[in-house]
């Protein structure tokens, strides 16, 4: 059985979801070998940074210079010789051009968490002005597949057979030659136009669990607490440190877990289980963006981590 369908809907508090999740616990995964690696390779929320707009120390240097560029929230999945990748952003042709670099070959599929536009506008560079891509797999929920095939300009790379959509992340997706299961488990957000999707990634030594967006954790039908106890690396949303980042903003149309917030909420749990989160998908105000930043300092001493573009773990 695929240690993907083994943990009960009851044991996690999964009420109506679709899909089971994993019974690996950290200290039962098997002592094997494998050169697969989840890579990250942007750690921005949806705008990047700089930001559009924003003259603030946020986005520019002392000089009036902007600060270098960094790139939204997306992940590889690699083997050396084949990958994937997890997110189609406005970086997409950068992010793309490293996993090809590593491996010879254009990503396998592609995987997209939701209808956002730091999580899905990248489809636009596999159309016939850019890729002109055949049949490039991409790997989606339900209604997303139905966004993207109903409208325009992604119907016609539907169309055209640049894109083909698979609407099957609540069951699970084998790839990078069965050795790497993706399986969506859908999250609480802002779902305008599609449901939006966190993703279990299980390699064959450690499990990863993806949510770069959610409303807050307490509005989650799945105990987080459970289920951290069943993954090695947790990559979570840490959008927003603290309150007043957005002050010409209402925080109710952008909702999101500060990161003080879940550290406070998490503050209980032994340092092993807390070393296992990551926090990544940092607004341009978030000082999180500066690894010598108090900020980054406080998450550290507490025991979590500040995710950054070029870390790569072993999967």
Request: net charge negative; hydrophobic share 40%; proline share 7%.
């Amino acid at each position: 059985m695929n240690p993907l369908n083994a943990i009960t809907f009851k044991a996690l508090k999964l009420a109506s979801l679709s899909l089971a999740l994993i019974n690996i616990a950290c200290g039962e995964i098997p002592n094997t070998t494998s050169d697969i690696e989840l890579v990250i390779l942007g750690v921005s929320q949806d705008a990047g940074r700089p930001h559009i707009a924003c003259i603030k120390s946020c986005c520019i240097n002392p000089d009036g210079r902007p600060k270098p560029h960094e790139p939204v929230i997306a992940l590889g999945v690699t083997d050396g010789s084949t990958a994937v990748l997890i997110e189609a952003t406005p970086d997409l042709p950068a992010q793309w051009n490293q996993l090809k670099q590593e491996t010879g070959k254009n990503p396998e599929a592609l995987f997209i968490t939701h209808a956002h536009i730091g999580h899905y506008t990248g489809l636009m560079y596999l159309g016939r002005e850019a890729l002109g891509g055949q049949n490039v797999a991409v790997h989606v929920g339900p209604r997303m597949r139905d966004f993207l095939t109903e409208n325009g300009p992604w119907s016609q790379l539907v169309e055209l057979g640049q894109i083909q959509l698979h609407d099957d992340v609540l069951a699970g997706v084998q790839c990078l030659n069965k050795q790497v299961t993706i399986t969506g488990i859908q999250v609480p957000h802002r779902d305008e136009y599609s449901e939006t999707m966190g993703f279990l990634i299980q390699g064959p030594r450690r499990v990863a669990l993806f949510i770069p967006d959610i409303n807050k954790w307490d509005q989650w039908a799945i105990d987080l607490d459970s289920l951290i106890d069943h993954v090695d690396i947790a990559l979570l949303d840490g959008t927003f440190y603290s309150t007043g980042e957005t002050p010409n903003r209402d925080p109710s149309e952008i909702p999101h877990p500060f990161v003080k917030e879940s550290m406070a909420m998490w503050s209980d749990w032994p340092a092993e289980k807390r070393s296992k989160v990551t926090f990544v998908h940092f607004n341009h105000s978030n000082p999180l963006h500066d690894p010598k930043s108090e900020a980054s300092q406080q998450v550290q001493q507490a025991g979590f981590h500040v995710g950054q573009t070029g870390m790569r773990l072993p999967l």
